[in-house]
């Protein structure tokens, strides 16, 4: 630890040691015209040195930008946020090795908001407190995300959300903020029509609460269920299911989706079916550009494929790097209101397909995928007939 230093004379001691230094007197008396011939020497050095630390002092530092990311990264869905925190750190790192944004470097603030509406609005806030922060890729759940909108939008942040919400739920406007997949509401109506494809014209809806102790309604032979929880609840609704030797199908909504449910169910949850706003790697080869450099290099970072939370994580990056980029290149002030009144004109083509968005910052013709789970593998086989 550097400590402030003090020096004190002490004139006692000084008069103590004034003999041996007159003493050493002559000596450097003898050395001072040697020292006088040097000094012309002496002094061109200086002058070099001091100009070398002013050119190193004087090469250009890169500016940068920094962009937020919230996501859960603890608790029971910390799986799903590390998937995001791969795609985006992917995203930035790619726009880096190209030199940034014309020049910009970007950095990243990642923070852990549980998944909960209070823990979210906690670290909007938080966020919002540095003011180099210009825009946010969050949140992954409706609660949470419509906790900290009103936040954001105090604020003028740009905001990116990646996965699906129900935004019947948020009665203010939607400026400076986007939605890159499929409402909550879209996803479900797409589910639909897969019921009614397969001869299903009835469900029987469970929730979480059957999880936290409410018992399995009488269910006739062959009926259909649609699961209304998240993954981790879903796998143990499908357990119970398979514990009563219940046969019928069964469908689960967006929140249903993901590795969790496997590690849960493992193959009990084969022939599952459920709605995704994101795609596998397999159905991206059909959507992207990028095809094969984003699922190569996603899994040479994090250790495994990229999932359909990874894809929109990553596009949702671009999204937002991209409106900065407009900025820029526009010569306006770069600020958090001036990234915000851009976000929403972004055109461009990404993992998940091509992307723009309407007045209201709602992805156009957001893709939907629905897939049924087999050998025990998430996500599993598309099943949704294409055009």
Known sequence: MVTDIKYNMNISAFAHVKPHISRFMPHVSRLTPHVSHLTPHVSRLTFICITLLCLSSCQTVPPTVKIGLIAPFEGTNRALGYEALFATKLAIQEQNTLGGINGYKIELI??????????????????????????????????????????????????????????????????GTVTLAASESETLSQLKQIQQQLGVDSTVELTASVVLGTQLPSLSEGQAIQIQANAIQSGQIINQLAHINHV??????????????IQVAGETANGFIFVSPGPSVTEMKSVGLDIEGFPKNYQALSGLPPTPRAALSYDATHVLLAAIGQVIQSKKTISRYSVSTHIGQITQNGVTGKISFDADGKRISAPIWVYQIEAGSYPGNDIKKRD
């Not at 909960?116 to 806030?125: G, I, R, T």
């Not at 069964?250 to 989706?257: A, H, L, Q, R, Y």
């Open 110 to 175: 990642a923070l852990n908001d549980f998944n909960e509406p209070e823990k979210a609005v906690q670290q909007a806030k938080a966020l919002l407190a540095d003011p180099d922060v210009l825009g946010v890729v969050g949140h992954f759940s409706t609660d949470s995300t419509i906790s900290a909108l009103p936040i954001y939008q105090q604020a003028d942040m740009a905001v990116v959300i990646p996965w699906s919400i129900d935004r019947s739920t948020h009665h203010g406007d939607w400026s």
């Open 248 to 261: 019928g199908p069964i469908f689960g909504g967006v929140e249903s989706g993901s590795q969790q449910l």
